[in-house]
């Protein structure tokens, strides 16, 4: 089993900036890709930014240029710094980690884009 903590979520203005980060526990040999998706209610969750243990990268179309994923491999943990946040970033932000076959969420931290 494994267990994916995230946090940093708030609310902020457009243009403002948050870091969300997402921690990994529990039974874990070995991570490969740790990810972000997000989800607005009623629409299906979306693909945001994913990084692998080598540290490559990829990034939704939407994202790019403002958004940044990094991770700690020693600590098990992902991070998604948001610049230059627009109101339409505001969802619900989960923590994605493929691992042994399966997926893993975390339950999610609400971001909020609003003046």
């Known amino acids: 089993q494994v267990q994916l903590v995230e946090s940093g979520g708030g609310l902020v203005q457009p243009g403002g900036s948050l870091r969300l980060s997402c921690a990994a526990s529990g039974t874990i040999f070995k991570i490969g890709y740790m990810g972000w998706y997000r989800q607005v209610p009623g629409k299906q969750r979306e693909f945001v930014a994913r990084?692998?243990?080598?540290?490559?990268?990829n990034y939704a179309d939407s994202v790019k240029g403002r958004f940044s994923i990094s991770r700690d491999n020693a600590k098990n943990t992902v991070y998604l710094q948001m610049d230059s946040l627009k109101p339409e970033d505001t969802a619900v932000y989960y923590c994605n980690v493929p691992l042994a076959g399966m997926d893993y969420w975390g339950r999610g931290t609400q971001v909020t884009v609003s003046s």
């Open positions: 990084i692998t243990n080598g540290g490559s990268t």
